[in-house]
């Protein structure tokens, strides 16, 4: 960690345990929210828990279930063509989405924001198509 900054204010098994939650839903704790956990843990522990407990909240709301809460948020995040898209899609993957669920929510993008959400949409399920096809053969 760069000089300057303050030791961790939280014990590493409370970050271990926020961090948890991004490796169950996406396999791995994604570059941005493992800086932002590892700065809030050191400037603002409250302020991360805070954050952590509402992302909770919102993001498994109990009228839907993981895999339709991750399409959904995939389709959002595609609308405004985020690179965080990719991750909701490897969510709703791991969460059970099929290929033609995952299609069908890149026309839905594709009829509200155009051609450059379906050329990003389809980018991203022929990288998780093919990071799975790797993985699999790994096997």
Known sequence: MAEGLPERRMSAEELEQLRSVYVDLVGFVPP???AR???LSRLDPEGLRVQEEMRRHFMYPKCFDTKTAQLMLFGMLLMNLQDAA???AIAARRAGATWEELSAVVGLA???RGLSAANYGFQILQELAQAE???SKRR
């Open 133 to 135: 096809e790797e993985t």
């Open 32 to 34: 941005r929210i493992h």
């Open 37 to 39: 956990t590892e700065l």
């Open 86 to 88: 990719k991750l909701h």
């Open 110 to 112: 594709f009829l509200f």
